[in-house]
């Protein structure tokens, strides 16, 4: 197609970071394409950038959400490498590597070695405290464990977290250690979880190789020596002025040839002449505009709702996922009003401890720049998929509620310098048993429905560079579509 052609409109929903960053591939494959294109994207708030964004003030810089990234999914270092954004990122902190669990009121080392799920070095795991020695026993009895086979009567591909660790670790592994550690990265049930849509390596460890033990330590000798999919920052990246960088640069660049419309919220999605008509509220009207093709980035439920009246049986599915709130106290204390010393990355707290506060990030031991010299900054996790009902607390009560739990855990006494509570309300998808099926069938539904995709990290998978991922690839469909009607 070239230039002389109608541009075809296009309207992108939601302008958190999928929405962004797929109104920016779809910029960027009509320019490679010669494809004339436009782009307009929706966003309910007056702002862009979702549950991400960064408050800078009086020397403390605070992400409202995700604070960083993990590089061994490429898209997003690939995203920061196209916007010129390269020289802006930060790796974590050496000095400060590593994280702390809560035994029995007090932060314990996480073992050197255990990663996420599996020990790769036996001394560090003959100390810690954090297990029994009977827990330790059973824990090391994996490497002789068989794999499970179809005669167990288990999911031949799938399994929740809890019944996984359980049936190979010991179930003293899972409330101690594993349990604390994949809450702070999904805040949901482990009951529930399941683990071929969240960590399927570890399945296909077992497959591979029987132990979990035998094959990351098999692992450890075949990469000692290799490069690491992003060895430059480590396996997490950020940037030196708070993730709102990324939103910015790319918010910038898709209004530099398209559109970005705030407080403007879609409300339904219908077919109409070879497209869709979109109805859209916002502070001065309801209209109805047309749009030859549309992408939709935001929560599952909401999606649905928009394609309620136009496609129910898809809307149906989506509704089926369900999402967990969480609340993020942030707070900056001077350092001599902190007992701990933290040293660490942060602290995740075992539900079978009986806190009222799931994890503790300290913002300002993982990168430079987020506190003034002599002060430290927390953001303390209180909600999720364990403890519904602690969002119910107006915000002087959970306020109120977090300081008394950081006294206790970590000797913090007087009032903060500076104390924002953040609510992210139905933010976190929760992959449960049967996800991937479910997702599976939304886009075989979606798939039928000419010109319209779906994105975002209610799907496959919630970090970062996942939702950048799918956003690209629903942008290439997109155009691959819209051509192929010409």
């Not at 782009?39 to 403390?60: C, H, K, M, N, R």
């Not at 390269?86 to 990663?115: C, H």
């Not at 297990?131 to 464990?145: C, H, N, Q």
């Amino acid at each position: 197609m070239n230039q002389s052609a109608p541009a075809k409109r296009i309207a992108v929903v939601g302008g958190g970071i999928t929405g962004l960053s797929a109104a920016f591939h779809l910029q960027e494959l009509a320019q490679e394409k010669n494809q004339p294109v436009e782009v307009t994207l929706f966003e309910s708030q007056p702002e862009a950038g979702g549950w991400i964004g960064t408050i800078s003030q009086d020397g403390y810089r605070i992400d409202t959400g995700a604070d960083m990234f993990i590089t061994n999914k490429p898209a997003a270092i690939e995203l920061c490498q196209r916007l010129g954004l390269e020289d802006q990122l930060i790796s974590t902190n050496q000095q400060y590597r590593g994280a702390l669990i809560l035994k029995d009121g007090t932060p314990v080392p996480v073992p050197l070695g255990f990663e996420l799920m599996t020990p790769s070095r036996i001394l560090p795991m003959l100390k810690t405290p954090l297990l029994s020695p009977i827990g330790k026993l059973r824990m090391g009895l994996e490497y002789f464990l068989p794999r499970r086979t179809s005669e167990s009567g288990l999911d031949a591909d799938d399994e929740s977290l809890a019944q996984f660790v359980t049936r190979r670790f010991g179930r003293e592994a899972l409330t101690r250690l594993i349990q604390p550690l994949v809450a702070g990265i999904y805040t949901s049930d482990p009951e529930k979880l399941s683990l071929r849509a969240t960590l399927p390596r570890f399945l296909d460890m077992e497959r591979d190789h029987r132990s979990l033990i035998k094959a990351i330590r098999k692992q450890k000798k075949q990469t000692k020596s290799a490069d690491a999919t992003g060895a430059r920052y480590g396996l997490f990246a950020a940037f030196k002025e708070g993730m709102q960088t990324l939103i910015r640069t790319l918010a910038d660049r898709v209004s530099s040839t398209g559109t970005i419309l705030y407080e403007h919220r879609v409300t339904h999605v219908a077919a109409a002449d070879s497209g869709y008509d979109l109805t859209i509220e916002s502070t001065v009207e309801t209209q109805t505009q047309h749009f030859d093709a549309v992408l939709l980035t935001t929560a599952a439920p909401q999606a649905g709702q928009m394609l309620e009246a136009y496609a129910p049986v898809l809307s149906g599915l989506l509704k089926q996922i369900e999402y967990a709130s969480t609340a993020i106290q942030v707070s900056v204390y001077r350092q001599e009003n902190i007992k701990h010393p933290l040293h660490a990355f942060g602290l995740v707290i075992p539900a079978a401890e009986q806190r009222k506060i799931f994890a503790v990030a300290f913002a300002s031991r993982k990168f430079p720049g987020r506190a003034p010299e002599g002060c430290v900054q927390l953001r303390t996790f209180v909600g999720g998929a364990m403890q519904p009902e602690l969002l119910e607390h107006s915000d002087d009560e959970l306020n109120a509620i977090v300081n008394q739990e950081l006294a206790d855990i970590l000797g913090v006494s007087g009032e903060p310098i500076f104390s924002k509570l953040l609510r992210h309300n139905q933010s976190m998808p929760q992959y449960h048993l049967g996800h991937l099926q479910l997702v599976e069938r939304i886009e075989q539904s979606a798939a039928t429905l000419a010109g319209l995709e779906l994105a975002g990290n209610a799907y496959r998978g919630v970090g970062i560079p996942d939702c950048i991922h799918s956003a690209e690839q629903a942008a290439e469909r997109l155009l691959v579509d819209l051509t192929a009607r010409v």
